[in-house]
């Protein structure tokens, strides 16, 4: 990357672009880490469901979320050195979240296992690409603390999974809606688009001036007495 803009991003201090990039962060991450305890509390449903259910087949489905997890972040990582972080990650989200909504209608085992799968490739390819773009852009004294602040939402979701599968089975005797929630960050796809920035790496290699100038402008509209582009 242009030395001037490393300089220009690591002397910096935290601003309201970084904290809005870190609650992004945190917000995706947290429906990453909403999936997989979902899936462990509405085990006991699954059995009243599908009668012939075995313990080798829950464990089969189970994997295949964390087998497409790893596939998803392997080739996500790849890919975004040519298409772009913002663009695969934006694409990662709306694929985690069909696939994590669409396992409320499964109409058989297989069809959920398919779809878990589909789900893991989509947050798999999430968590190394919001991590990376934090990495990126947050200042040399709070990138530790940017990353640590962004993969707690593994925690966050993981605690609301559980309060959320408690309450829809005991209230509702289902298992299904649990997934509803899913499908919340392509409601605010729009929102993502237009906070989220690329790579400053990503748009240098593509002589993407303007687009580098627009978010270095949304860092520090003084960023020119700084940084020749």
């Given at each position: 990357?242009?030395?001037?803009?490393?300089?220009?991003?690591?002397?910096?201090?935290?601003?309201?672009?970084?904290?809005?990039?870190?609650?992004l962060?945190?917000?995706?991450?947290?429906?990453?880490?909403?999936?997989?305890?979902?899936?462990?509390?509405?085990?006991?449903?699954?059995?009243?469901?599908?009668a012939?259910?075995?313990?080798?087949?829950?464990?089969?489905?189970?994997?295949?979320?964390?087998?497409?997890?790893?596939?998803?972040?392997?080739?996500?990582?790849?890919?975004?050195?040519?298409?772009?972080?913002?663009?695969?990650?934006?694409?990662?989200?709306?694929?985690?979240?069909?696939?994590?909504f669409?396992?409320?209608?499964?109409?058989?085992?297989?069809?959920?296992?398919?779809?878990?799968?589909?789900?893991?490739?989509?947050?798999?390819?999430?968590?190394?690409?919001?991590?990376?773009?934090?990495?990126?852009?947050?200042?040399?004294?709070?990138?530790?603390?940017?990353?640590?602040?962004?993969?707690?939402?593994?925690?966050?979701?993981?605690?609301?999974?559980?309060?959320?599968?408690?309450?829809?089975?005991?209230?509702?005797?289902?298992?299904?809606?649990?997934?509803?929630?899913?499908?919340?960050?392509?409601?605010?796809?729009?929102?993502?688009?237009?906070t989220?920035?690329?790579?400053?790496?990503?748009?240098?290699?593509?002589k993407?001036?303007?687009?580098?100038?627009?978010?270095?402008?949304?860092?520090?509209?003084?960023?020119?007495?700084?940084?020749?582009?």
């Amino acid at each position: 990357m242009n030395n001037d803009i490393v300089k220009f991003i690591d002397s910096r201090k935290f601003s309201r672009f970084d904290t809005n990039l870190v609650i992004l962060g945190v917000f995706l991450i947290t429906f990453t880490g909403y999936a997989a305890p979902a899936y462990g509390s509405i085990i006991p449903m699954l059995f009243k469901e599908w009668a012939d259910l075995n313990w080798d087949q829950l464990g089969y489905v189970g994997s295949l979320s964390e087998f497409g997890s790893l596939f998803g972040a392997l080739v996500c990582s790849v890919i975004s050195r040519r298409f772009g972080i913002k663009r695969v990650l934006i694409t990662t989200v709306m694929i985690f979240c069909i696939g994590t909504f669409s396992q409320a209608f499964a109409p058989t085992i297989n069809i959920f296992a398919i779809l878990r799968f589909i789900a893991g490739f989509g947050f798999g390819g999430v968590i190394p690409l919001v991590l990376s773009l934090l990495s990126e852009y947050s200042p040399k004294t709070s990138k530790s603390k940017s990353v640590a602040t962004a993969l707690c939402g593994n925690q966050f979701g993981a605690i609301i999974a559980s309060f959320v599968a408690i309450y829809v089975t005991t209230q509702f005797g289902q298992w299904r809606p649990v997934f509803w929630l899913g499908f919340i960050p392509v409601l605010l796809l729009p929102y993502i688009i237009k906070t989220m920035p690329e790579s400053a790496l990503f748009m240098l290699k593509n002589k993407d001036v303007e687009g580098l100038k627009r978010v270095l402008s949304r860092i520090d509209a003084n960023y020119a007495s700084s940084i020749n582009i």
